[in-house]
């Protein structure tokens, strides 16, 4: 560098700010035009920086030293920099310092614990501290592609002479040539053989290799060599080959990281989606805790594709529902994602830190600096979901028809993303090539085909049987010789493969692997006998010691039968127990189509989709259940119909009688309904009849026309959309949802009107009460939503409690309620209950349902209710209950 030259770049590095050409000129003496030509120099060596505008200015790159304790590196994003990735990142800068061209390293990790994107960063740091030109390599190479091909795979590290072996038909330069004067990444170190190791110790030692088929010319590189596997370096490096590796480094797995790392994992990833789509997406509490909770197997790597397939199915009802927003719900994650809210007691106090308890629905945002390479195949499913919407939209066809097709094609494309796009996170690739290889076999000797699904089961279950033999954990099948003699051919096909198996990975595959290998070639087989209807269980969980038990016994009085299932949760129990306890009691079941569950609230509404997943069996589910929903499912069980007739029947029950109503500016009209055969006769005479019990300003009477059944449901659906449907009268008996019906001759007999009468105005007290508090609250905003969720909850209590409450206590304790809330909201509430702590042990089970019924409000009006005011609920409730046998 010319002295006048220094001068200037000496000068940058004193003021340390930009600083145009004239004013260094001008401070220097020197002419302009020279001045000029040694800033692009100076530009063009990376010794100094250009900041664009009017004028340009010119300022001195920081030094490598200056950076490294500014701690401005590619270290510092990634999540966990200055926790559990502390010590690996301390190894990684020392294994980069090392004079004179750094360590070679061995990164140590389970599958998905981010070792491509740690050496990645490694390369990035050394640039960025000069250890090696910013136009260094990296250059990445996966050992297990030709693992199975010693000659190709040294072909590919160290090159290759024309003539070398058969089909090498021109010189072809190695890993090594292209990475010299950077770094070569090794993934996958493990599948390198012992003759290929021997040949990469030379090259490190001196430097020096030789092309394969090259025998006189010695080669010369520079590179820093970066492996990484998932194996114990002891199983598989040579000695002499270890001794050459002299760092070590080992990334930790996701159950090893915090709670807040893996909230800011999945921020980063969820963010991440939403750049792709240009919009915020909303998670779902339930859903969050899910994703913080579950044991991902595949690391940082599963839990990445897991909120992929989240997103991406919440995209789907986002287009095909015509939604507002993009919303994860807990039904849109898979089973064993799902599985992570059995540890919801395991942590609460680090959770309620990161997620606010208040709150119901957390939002993501588009970040414009959020960017992940090769994303194109990831946001191809969002595209593809949009192209089909459109498709369908513009052929005409309606929402039910549009969500139907999208949703096959989901299902198709969610199997594919995982197994085609994402293989390498989860899947060996040499594991999916085998299955392939082994479901052609078994599509041939067979005659069956297979699908995508089950080959990735097989993969998935296949990776995890050569693991569990190389740890020498030896598995026993509980059904061997019914597998074996039930399925002689597919046994007799799982023999094949197991010796491809063996062939592949030089292991031993026992019988008792067979008999697994043999259900997933038969599990096709095993769906088509799912389709023969035996019967269906009912199965009642409820928090208490005995709620659900006292519920089915009722019901079986009631019935005079003898089926049905209850399974208390004393509050003590945790929930994982529960779980076992209710699997348990299912597999026990013989000869079961079925399985209906009716439970309370909580964690033990997601046991059916994991029962669902872990034993094969169709669940379906209803959440808080009552008295009437157990009669209903239990009469249709002993009758043997199906669950969804079941289902179906119980949910409208269920919807009717604890809807909770959707409120707008517009109170829905409400309207009796008139059947009949004709317009007039019997038609005119009931609405004659019925015309001094009703306030026809309110009350609209609508005739229609009775001819077929499913006509006339239809009809009354429609009018449900608009009005509030009071009763259905008419000489033709039609009972449906929990509407009530009134037959011409019970309208007709003496009394008959007083009955309708007492019914029609059945929420009469409920609308008096809403008019009288208008003006008096000010801070629960709409009367009408707050005095129906009020209604709502004291009904569901009165449920879960197993109590009937005095004629006209329900609207007493709803007026508490509402000026309770009000007061908590002013910040006026202060009392005390007098003994709450004996009072508490007394009623310690009523205390704790009541508090977990009034969530719903806390969360609706953000407060908090007081224990003394839980208690002062709680008595009332007791205290004011119907006494039997009086």
């Not at 004193?14 to 004013?23: F, K, L, T, V």
């Not at 007083?754 to 009460?769: C, G, M, T, W």
């Amino acid at each position: 560098m010319t002295g006048r030259k220094e001068e200037v770049l000496k000068l940058l590095n004193q003021i340390n700010q930009g600083i145009s050409a004239s004013d260094v000129a001008e401070r220097l003496q020197m002419d302009r035009a020279n001045v000029s030509r040694y800033l692009n120099d100076l530009f063009k060596e990376e010794k100094i920086q250009k900041i664009s505008g009017k004028p340009v200015l010119y300022q001195a790159l920081k030094k490598k030293q200056d950076r490294e304790l500014n701690h401005q590196s590619a270290f510092d994003r990634l999540i966990g920099s200055s926790k559990s990735l502390k010590v690996s990142i301390q190894q990684a800068k020392a294994a980069i310092f090392y004079p004179p061209r750094g360590l070679h390293t061995l990164i140590l990790g389970k599958t998905g614990t981010g070792k491509s994107l740690f050496a990645e960063c490694m390369y990035e740091f050394s640039k960025e501290t000069e250890m090696i030109p910013k136009k260094a390599p990296f250059v990445s190479f996966n050992c297990a592609d030709y693992a199975q091909n010693p000659q190709l795979l040294f072909g590919h590290i160290f090159g290759v002479i024309k003539g070398a072996y058969t089909g090498a038909d021109e010189n072809r330069a190695g890993l090594l040539a292209k990475a010299d004067g950077g770094i070569l990444f090794l993934d996958e170190i493990h599948r390198l053989p012992p003759e290929g190791q021997e040949m990469l110790f030379t090259f490190i030692d001196k430097g020096e290799y030789r092309p394969l088929g090259e025998s006189a010319v010695i080669r010369h590189a520079n590179v820093q060599i970066i492996g990484a596997t998932t194996e114990a370096p002891d199983n598989f490096l040579l000695e002499t080959f270890a001794r050459r590796i002299p760092m070590t480094i080992t990334l930790p797995t996701l159950t090893e990281r915090n709670l807040e790392e893996r909230y800011q994992l999945i921020e980063f990833f969820l963010n991440q989606e939403a750049s792709r789509l240009n919009q915020s997406i909303r998670v779902h509490r339930q859903a969050l805790i899910a994703f913080l909770l579950y044991h991902a197997s595949a690391n940082v790597g599963q839990l990445q594709r897991d909120l992929k397939l989240a997103c991406a199915k919440a995209f789907l009802h986002y287009k095909t529902k015509m939604t507002n927003y993009i919303l994860i719900e807990q039904d849109d994650l898979p089973i064993h994602v799902q599985k992570g809210l059995l540890h919801l007691k395991d942590e609460p106090e680090k959770l309620n830190r990161l997620i606010d308890i208040n709150r119901t629905v957390f939002t993501f945002t588009y970040k414009n600096e959020i960017a992940e390479k090769n994303s194109a195949a990831t946001a191809d499913v969002y595209d593809v979901i949009q192209q089909k919407a459109d498709q369908l939209i513009k052929a005409g066809k309606d929402q039910t028809e549009l969500y139907i097709d999208i949703d096959q094609y989901f299902h198709k494309y969610m199997i594919e993303l995982p197994t085609k796009q994402t293989a390498k996170e989860i899947i060996d690739s040499t594991i999916w090539q085998l299955t392939e290889k082994a479901y052609q076999h078994a599509s041939q000797r067979l005659e069956r085909n297979y699908n995508e699904k089950m080959k990735f089961a097989f993969a998935l279950h296949l990776q995890s049987t050569i693991e569990r033999i190389r740890e020498q954990k030896h598995i026993v099948h509980p059904d061997l010789n019914n597998i074996r003699k039930k399925y002689p051919k597919e046994f007799q096909v799982a023999i094949d493969l197991s010796m491809m198996i063996e062939q592949t990975f030089t292991i031993e595959i026992s019988f008792d692997e067979i008999g697994f290998l043999t259900m997933f070639l038969t599990a096709e087989i095993g769906e088509a006998l799912l389709e023969s209807e035996v019967q269906v269980e009912v199965i009642v969980m409820m928090h208490g010691r005995s709620t659900a038990t006292s519920m089915v016994e009722t019901v079986q009085e009631l019935l005079d039968i003898e089926n049905g299932t209850a399974i208390d949760m004393p509050l003590s129990m945790d929930v994982k127990t529960m779980y076992e306890k209710v699997k348990q009691q299912v597999q026990a079941l013989f000869d079961v189509r079925g399985i209906l569950i009716l439970s309370d609230m909580g964690s033990l509404n997601s046991f059916g989709d994991m029962l669902a997943e872990e034993l094969g069996i169709r669940t379906k589910t209803i959440a808080m259940t009552s008295t009437p929903i157990v009669l209903e499912a239990l009469r249709k069980a002993s009758l043997g119909r199906g669950l969804e007739d079941i289902y179906q029947s119980c949910e409208l029950l269920f919807e009717n009688r604890y809807k909770t109503l959707e409120l707008c500016e517009k109170k829905m009209k409400k309207a009796i309904i008139i059947t009949c055969f004709t317009e007039a006769g019997v038609t005119e005479q009931l609405r004659l009849r019925i015309n001094p019990i009703i306030d026809q300003s309110h009350v609209e009477v609508i005739t229609l026309q009775f001819l077929y059944k499913e006509a006339f449901r239809e009809q009354v659906d429609q009018l449900m959309e608009e009005y509030d449907i009071l009763a259905i009268m008419g000489p033709v008996e039609f009972k449906y949802r929990d509407i009530p019906f009134f037959s011409a001759m019970e309208i007709f007999s003496e009394g008959g009107l007083d009955i309708v009468q007492r019914v029609l105005s059945d929420n009469a007290p409920y609308e008096r009460l809403i008019d009288s508090l208008k003006g008096h609250l000010k801070l629960a905003g709409s009367i009408e939503e707050l005095i129906y969720l009020l209604r709502t909850t004291i009904s569901e209590l009165q449920a879960r409690l197993c109590i009937v409450l005095e004629s006209g206590v329900d609207t007493g304790i709803i007026l508490h309620l509402a000026f309770l809330i009000e007061r908590m909201r002013l910040g006026a509430i202060n009392r005390e209950f007098p003994d709450l702590n004996d009072f508490k042990k007394k009623y310690a089970e009523q205390m704790q349902i009541t508090a977990q019924m009034l969530e719903s409000i806390e969360r609706e009006y953000e407060i908090n209710i007081p224990e003394a005011e839980i208690a002062y609920l709680t008595q009332m409730l007791i205290t004011n209950k119907v006494k039997m046998g009086n």
